[in-house]
Structure formats: structure tokens, C-alpha cells
Nanobody
Framework: QVQLVESGGGLVQAGGSLKLSCVAS????????MGWFRQAPGKEREFVAG????????YYADSVKGRFTISRDNAKKTMYLQMNSLKPEDTAIYYC?????????????????WGQGTQVTVSS
């Protein structure tokens, strides 16, 4: 069992930055691929970014490529999402998730553990 807790969300103006954190506890963290997803009101949950267990491989949705950076510190059991140049369309609840796979996957069903989410609101 892996417990995930996100933090760092908030209200920011367009063009601003936020850094989300996801702290894991419980079972092994370092052997899990991790990912960030988001869900806006009335929309399905969508993949944002993923990172392999070692951190050596990352993958981004086209909508955030060049603006967001995913990283992880296995010693601290923490994953991060640095979000720059934020846009109003980035407004959503952001979730971190852990997969039993070691390589990056963009499919929500391949993630076993989920955090409770953190709200990100970008004003225009």
C-alpha cells in the first residue's frame, strides 16, 4: 500500500508559476513510475506528466510540454511538478499517482495509487 499526499496548489495569475509536491509513504516508492494527472470541471481526468522509477525518463502531454517539469527525489519519497507560464486552461484539480510499472505510462488505469488532489486555479 502506498499513500500519496499532494500539496502546493493555489491561486495564481496567468503567466505565473507553482510547484506541486507529492509525498509518498507506506510501501516501496522508488520502484514505481509516477505521474501527474488533472481534472477540470466537467472534463475527464487527463495525463499531464510522468516519470520513470529512476527519474531517467519523463513524458509530457503536448499541452504542458516546455512549461511543466516533473522530477522526483527517491530518498525523500517525493515527486514534484514545476509549472511555469501557467494559463487559465491549466485550472484543474491535480492528482499524483503511482504505478506498479517502472516505466512511464499515460493510462490512468495503469496507476494503482492516487492522492486526494490539490486545486490549481489560474486567473486571466
Amino acid at each position: 500500500q502506498v499513500q500519496l499526499v499532494e500539496s502546493g496548489g493555489g491561486l495564481v495569475q496567468a503567466g505565473g508559476s507553482l510547484k506541486l509536491s507529492c509525498v509518498a509513504s507506506g510501501r516501496t516508492f522508488s520502484r514505481n513510475a509516477m505521474g501527474w494527472f488533472r481534472q477540470a470541471p466537467g472534463k475527464e481526468r487527463e495525463f499531464v506528466a510522468g516519470i520513470s522509477w529512476s527519474g531517467g525518463m519523463t513524458y509530457y502531454a503536448d499541452s504542458v510540454k516546455g512549461r511543466f517539469t516533473i522530477s522526483r527525489d527517491n530518498a525523500k519519497k517525493t515527486m514534484y511538478l514545476q509549472m511555469n507560464s501557467l494559463k487559465p486552461e491549466d485550472t484543474a484539480i491535480y492528482y499524483c499517482a503511482a504505478s506498479p510499472r517502472v516505466v512511464v505510462t499515460i493510462t490512468p488505469s495503469e496507476y494503482t495509487y492516487w492522492g486526494q488532489g490539490t486545486q490549481v486555479t489560474v486567473s486571466s
